[in-house]
């Protein structure tokens, strides 16, 4: 926190010009199910991680803390550059390529052997994560006008919620009758997120 306070820039804010139209509620609905798919998906790893390392290769919970950090890490390292692939490739497209991350880091890990492939996979889908949510935060901030920017980043945390209130309950049932189930399907969410066509950019928004 301390780090991010000292090392972010500070922007000015940029005036939209007077005849910007706002977008819509609507326009912001496909975004906001990407966020509730992500969230499902990250809600079915959690929740059944642990279970399936005892399953697949009898680890216990020093691993499944460790595998996860690392996951983290991988997020961690991704934000931080994200500024630097935000001013080469849109933000559309990095959000693109974080489901699709995540998608194949997701549908991998139930049948990844030994270790070392496990621990390759989870990054991918950490770095997936990493990536995605700066994305969407990015576009949400680019393209709603600032008064109403907080009520757009309380849906998003909305979203968040819905994502874990249905992901625990799902992914353990999923697992309980097949413990690829919930890998499979969190992937398949990511697969359709990294697909949804959203809204084009507001005439007037900031780049």
Same mark, same amino acid.
């Given at each position: /926190?301390?780090?991010?306070?000292?090392?972010?820039?500070?922007?000015?804010?940029?005036?939209? +010009?007077?005849? $910007?139209?706002? !977008?819509?509620?609507?326009?912001?609905? !496909?975004?906001?199910?990407?966020?509730?798919?992500?969230?499902?998906? =990250?809600? *079915? =790893?959690?929740?059944? %991680?642990?279970?399936?390392?005892?399953?697949?290769?009898?680890?216990?919970?020093?691993? *499944?803390?460790?595998? @996860?950090?690392?996951?983290?890490?991988?997020?961690?390292?991704?934000?931080?550059? %994200? !500024? /630097?692939?935000?001013?080469?490739?849109?933000? /559309?497209? @990095? @959000?693109?390529?974080? %489901?699709?991350?995540?998608?194949?880091?997701?549908?991998?890990? !139930? %049948?990844?052997?030994?270790?070392?492939?496990?621990?390759? &996979?989870?990054?991918?889908?950490?770095?997936?994560?990493?990536?995605?949510?700066?994305?969407?935060?990015?576009?949400?901030?680019?393209? /709603? +006008?600032?008064?109403?920017?907080?009520?757009? *980043?309380?849906?998003?945390?909305? $979203?968040?919620?819905?994502?874990?209130?249905?992901?625990? &309950?799902?992914?353990?049932?999923? *697992?309980?009758?097949?413990?690829?189930?919930?890998?499979?399907?969190?992937?398949?969410? $990511?697969? $359709?997120?990294?697909?949804?066509?959203?809204? +084009?950019?507001?005439?007037?928004?900031? +780049?």
């Amino acid at each position: /926190t301390l780090w991010v306070a000292w090392a972010l820039p500070r922007l000015p804010p940029v005036a939209q +010009p007077a005849d $910007a139209l706002p !977008p819509s509620r609507d326009a912001f609905l !496909p975004l906001l199910g990407i966020a509730s798919l992500g969230w499902i998906g =990250l809600a *079915f =790893l959690e929740g059944t %991680f642990g279970r399936l390392l005892e399953r697949t290769l009898g680890l216990g919970r020093l691993e *499944f803390g460790l595998i @996860l950090g690392l996951d983290g890490l991988a997020a961690i390292l991704m934000g931080v550059a %994200f !500024p /630097t692939l935000a001013r080469r490739l849109s933000v /559309t497209a @990095l @959000l693109r390529g974080a %489901f699709l991350a995540q998608a194949a880091g997701l549908a991998a890990i !139930p %049948f990844a052997r030994p270790l070392a492939v496990l621990v390759a &996979v989870n990054a991918l889908y950490g770095l997936g994560v990493g990536l995605a949510t700066p994305a969407i935060n990015a576009i949400v901030s680019r393209d /709603t +006008p600032a008064d109403r920017q907080g009520a757009l *980043f309380g849906r998003l945390q909305s $979203a968040r919620s819905v994502g874990f209130l249905i992901g625990p &309950v799902a992914g353990g049932a999923l *697992f309980d009758l097949a413990y690829p189930l919930p890998y499979l399907l969190a992937g398949a969410l $990511a697969l $359709a997120a990294a697909s949804v066509r959203l809204a +084009p950019r507001p005439a007037g928004a900031t +780049p």
